[in-house]
């Protein structure tokens, strides 16, 4: 997957950028606290999945785990974006699954070292079509949901973001300019979950999107 679906189009991203630890209760459960300024990771294009595609669980890993989050794309934007501009850059949004093989960012953690293949592999940015950001309005009071094999394993709101996606959009911009179709993702909220092949994962945010994706051990599709 190269391009995401917005109203019948595909537009295709040039980034994904991902917050650490945007929500207390997420950082509490990992054992950390909230970053006073948000901290960002990128992931590669290629990671992306549509909905309904297979997350791929690489050998190298013991543990791969799921997170659900808002993620926004954008219309434009450029470098140094005012906060009061932010929210105009702003083409839509979707439902995003950040997948960590977490067994491989704990050890590049312990010896000082980047975790770019913890994040990177490829189907380890699943995403929903797009929805329009008229469609969504305000996007700082969003139910999320994620479901595996039927149970309820994360549930939470967007209001409870330490940064809101206004000011990530802007602090985003301060490193590097935003350009059509890239896509930022907003953070977790708590109950990060272990997947293994066989489990069907269900993502919902209200009045953005459903996604769907199964899990298949990489190789034994």
């Not at 009061?84 to 000082?112: C, N, P, S, W």
């Not at 699943?126 to 950001?133: C, W």
Request: net charge negative; glycine share 12%; charged share 20%.
């Amino acid at each position: 997957m190269t391009s995401l679906s917005v109203a019948g189009r595909r537009v295709r991203p040039g980034k994904i950028l991902c917050v650490v630890r945007n929500y207390a209760a997420h950082a509490e459960e990992m054992g950390s606290t909230v970053p006073e300024e948000p901290v960002f990771f990128l992931k590669p294009t290629t990671s992306l999945l549509s909905s309904g595609g297979t997350i791929l669980l690489p050998p190298q890993s013991s543990r791969v785990e799921v997170e659900c989050e808002l993620a926004v794309v954008f219309s434009g934007g450029g470098r140094d974006i005012p906060r009061a501009e932010a929210m105009d850059h702003v083409l839509g949004y979707a439902v995003f699954f950040d997948i960590t093989a977490r067994d491989l960012q704990v050890k590049a953690k312990q010896a000082g070292l980047p975790w770019t293949a913890a994040k990177g592999f490829d189907t380890f940015g699943p995403i929903s079509e797009v929805t329009l950001s008229d469609r969504v309005g305000d996007p700082m009071n969003l139910g999320i949901r994620l479901t595996g094999n039927g149970e309820v394993w994360q549930g939470g709101t967007t209001a409870d973001m330490v940064h809101g996606v206004a000011d990530l959009i802007v602090h985003g911009s301060r490193i590097m300019g935003w350009e059509r179709g890239d896509i930022l993702a907003t953070g977790t909220p708590a109950g990060v979950h272990e997947i293994r092949p066989g489990d069907a994962l269900v993502g919902a945010i209200e009045r953005v999107s459903r996604l769907e994706a199964r899990v298949a051990a990489r190789g034994n599709l």
